[in-house]
């Protein structure tokens, strides 16, 4: 473009020149002015060009800074399109969770609902089950007590009948929770080294059977005990060991109380030989204690 202003104010110079040859001074002086002109308005033109090409640079860079921001925008656009996904799908996820939730809270409520009716109804049973238990306790209590009453009735008949034999210390008679214990000496029922219940033996138990035929709220039970004395060799054919003879002393006195009446199914027999002492074996006291038939009066099973 510059090159061409160059060459067309040189042409108009030449032009210029060889018309000053055939024109008037005044029409050279006028060429010369308009070639001034020319000149100025090529350096104003000259000058714009250099201010536009200025200017165009200029555009150039800050049209390639906005693409530069653009590009960063597009890059950020695009990020925060991606977070907008990522959090559009963990709103949803959340939503969805919270479905659940509320599904298993539901469902939560509804089985402790379930589980509280069936508590309340569990607890309705057990206080009539209670009180049902508190009945039947009143109950159980009172029959005890009247058994405790027909027990100590009995011991006090027990007391009243044997009182001679107890104050020679022949019998003695005991009676705790419920349990009474009538304990005879060996030597007021059987004679030495016998089983056999001698005659005055029996007369002491027909006192017992007279008060024992009145008891059928118990069980009775004939226990037969001896000292630590082996069985002599004239008895031992017939009672090997203190077990036997025990054994045999309990079972003819069981016999005895059924032969007076006592129900056979309320009777039992218990032999323990030396092996449940009540005194020291080592005196003669002692061993006279241990010798003993006790009769026994305990709740039915």
């Not at 000058?47 to 597009?74: I, Q």
């Not at 950020?76 to 709103?91: I, S």
């Not at 069981?254 to 039992?268: E, F, K, M, T």
């Given at each position: 473009?510059?090159?061409?202003?160059?060459?067309?104010?040189?042409?108009?110079?030449?032009?210029?020149?060889?018309?000053?040859?055939?024109?008037?001074?005044?029409?050279?002086?006028?060429?010369?002015?308009?070639?001034?002109?020319?000149?100025?308005?090529?350096t104003?033109?000259?000058?714009?060009?250099?201010?536009?090409?200025?200017?165009?640079?200029?555009?150039?860079?800050?049209n390639?800074?906005?693409?530069?921001?653009?590009?960063?925008?597009?890059?950020?656009?695009?990020?925060?399109?991606?977070?907008?996904?990522?959090?559009?799908?963990?709103?949803?996820k959340?939503a969805?969770?919270?479905?659940?939730?509320?599904?298993?809270?539901?469902?939560?409520?509804?089985?402790?609902?379930?589980?509280?009716f069936?508590l309340?109804?569990?607890?309705?049973?057990?206080?009539?089950?209670?009180?049902?238990?508190r009945?039947?306790?009143?109950?159980?209590?009172?029959?005890?007590?009247?058994?405790?009453?027909?027990?100590?009735?009995?011991?006090?008949?027990?007391?009243?009948?044997?009182?001679?034999?107890?104050?020679?210390?022949?019998v003695?008679?005991?009676e705790?929770?419920?349990?009474?214990?009538?304990?005879?000496?060996?030597s007021i029922?059987?004679d030495?080294g016998?089983?056999?219940?001698?005659?005055?033996?029996?007369?002491?138990?027909?006192?017992?059977?007279?008060?024992?035929?009145?008891?059928n709220?118990?069980?009775?039970r004939?226990?037969?005990?001896?000292?630590?004395?082996?069985?002599?060799?004239?008895?031992?054919q017939?009672?090997?060991?203190?077990?036997?003879?025990?054994?045999?002393?309990?079972?003819?006195?069981?016999?005895?109380?059924?032969?007076?009446?006592?129900?056979?199914?309320?009777?039992?027999?218990?032999?323990?030989?030396?092996?449940k002492?009540?005194?020291?074996?080592?005196?003669?006291?002692?061993?006279?204690?241990?010798?003993?038939?006790?009769?026994i009066?305990?709740?039915?099973?």
């Amino acid at each position: 473009m510059r090159e061409k202003i160059v060459l067309a104010f040189l042409v108009v110079l030449l032009a210029a020149g060889m018309s000053a040859c055939s024109v008037m001074q005044g029409t050279y002086q006028m060429k010369v002015d308009e070639a001034d002109s020319l000149t100025k308005r090529l350096t104003a033109l000259q000058r714009k060009h250099d201010d536009l090409a200025a200017e165009n640079a200029a555009l150039k860079a800050r049209n390639e800074a906005l693409l530069a921001d653009l590009a960063g925008m597009t890059l950020q656009k695009d990020k925060l399109t991606t977070d907008l996904a990522y959090v559009t799908g963990q709103r949803d996820k959340v939503a969805a969770d919270k479905a659940d939730l509320d599904g298993i809270l539901q469902s939560k409520s509804d089985s402790l609902s379930q589980i509280i009716f069936e508590l309340r109804r569990k607890v309705a049973d057990l206080d009539a089950e209670n009180a049902n238990l508190r009945a039947e306790n009143a109950s159980l209590a009172k029959a005890r007590e009247e058994q405790v009453q027909k027990v100590s009735s009995t011991y006090e008949s027990l007391l009243e009948k044997m009182k001679t034999e107890i104050s020679r210390g022949q019998v003695t008679i005991s009676e705790l929770k419920g349990k009474l214990t009538v304990n005879m000496v060996d030597s007021i029922l059987f004679d030495s080294g016998k089983a056999e219940v001698k005659k005055g033996g029996l007369e002491i138990l027909g006192k017992v059977v007279s008060i024992l035929k009145d008891v059928n709220d118990k069980s009775i039970r004939i226990e037969g005990h001896t000292d630590d004395v082996q069985i002599s060799r004239a008895l031992a054919q017939r009672y090997p060991t203190n077990w036997e003879l025990s054994a045999a002393r309990a079972i003819n006195v069981a016999r005895y109380l059924q032969g007076q009446g006592i129900d056979p199914g309320h009777l039992s027999a218990v032999a323990y030989g030396e092996w449940k002492p009540v005194a020291t074996n080592d005196t003669e006291e002692g061993k006279a204690k241990n010798r003993r038939i006790e009769i026994i009066l305990v709740p039915k099973e």
